[in-house]
């Protein structure tokens, strides 16, 4: 986020003169709150819960975002569940139980497992609050100053967050950190190609087709990771967790095809 932190910054300067006008400040503290609400804390709960679980059972967890941005609109903006969409909620569950039951049983520890699939559940819940606020908010403030200031607010979160926990363990000297050379390329891919670009290209899309369809697309990011996890991480990719996915793909189109009709 160090790196990624500049270019935030220079958009959100380049776009200053569209900062006058309709864009208020309850705005701007709406987008503040996404940004530390939807990548600062989202990001947290993902990272606590990957040192416990694969990243296979993470996706599979993640994959649950659609129905609980379902939920978030039913209780804030008193949207109607129909009959095909609890049915799709069913069977989403239904396929993230048997994945999670199929790795659950290889577990030796299985407490701290589950501490780590809550986290990550709790990552999934703040990623829909992000995709509900970001679509209500990408149309008034335009994509590039939404995606500047949540993500100049959620750098700030992590910079805080960083600095806080590096002086309750040891002096200010440490807080600066030597990146080892042989992981310095990984962190500016993270940085820019998984960080800087899909943010504006997420905000950018929802703003021209809608949280809704956007969800139906991103749809493929935990199916990929689970084949990816096996590919490259070398983790174990079972029946289960084929089922599972299988079901949990289901799910989401059935919702995703009552939206589209």
């Not at 530390?36 to 996706?59: K, N, P």
């Not at 939920?71 to 008193?78: A, M, S, Y």
């Not at 940085?191 to 290209?201: G, N, R, Y």
Request: with cysteine; charged share 10%; proline share 3%.
């Amino acid at each position: 986020m160090l790196i990624a932190f500049p270019f935030y910054l220079i958009v959100l300067i380049l776009n200053k003169s569209k900062l006058k006008g309709t864009i208020s400040k309850t705005h701007f503290a709406w987008a503040i709150a996404m940004g530390v609400l939807g990548y600062y804390m989202s990001s947290l709960f993902d990272f606590i819960g990957l040192q416990y679980i694969s990243a296979g059972i993470e996706r599979i967890i993640l994959f649950v975002y659609p129905t609980l941005a379902l939920v978030i609109n039913r209780v804030l903006f008193k949207v109607p569940i129909t009959k095909r969409q609890w049915i799709s909620i069913l069977i989403t569950y239904l396929g993230i139980g048997i994945a999670y039951w199929g790795e659950l049983y290889l577990m030796s520890n299985t407490h701290m497992f589950i501490y780590g699939s809550v986290m990550v559940l709790l990552c999934g819940i703040t990623y829909a609050f992000y995709l509900v606020g970001t679509g209500k908010l990408v149309p008034v403030m335009g994509a590039s100053i939404y995606t500047s200031v949540a993500m100049i607010a959620a750098s700030i979160g992590i910079f805080s967050h960083y600095i806080i926990q590096t002086l309750s363990k040891g002096s200010l000297e440490s807080i600066v950190y030597p990146i080892p050379s042989n992981i310095i390329w990984y962190v500016i891919a993270l940085a820019m190609v998984a960080t800087v670009i899909p943010s504006f290209l997420l905000s950018t899309g929802m703003k021209r087709l809608g949280s809704n369809n956007l969800s139906i697309i991103t749809s493929i990011g935990p199916v990929s990771t689970l084949f990816q996890a096996n590919l490259i991480l070398g983790e174990i990719l079972n029946w289960q967790q084929l089922l599972g996915t299988g079901l949990v793909i289901a799910g989401v189109l059935l919702i995703k095809k009552e939206e589209v009709i």
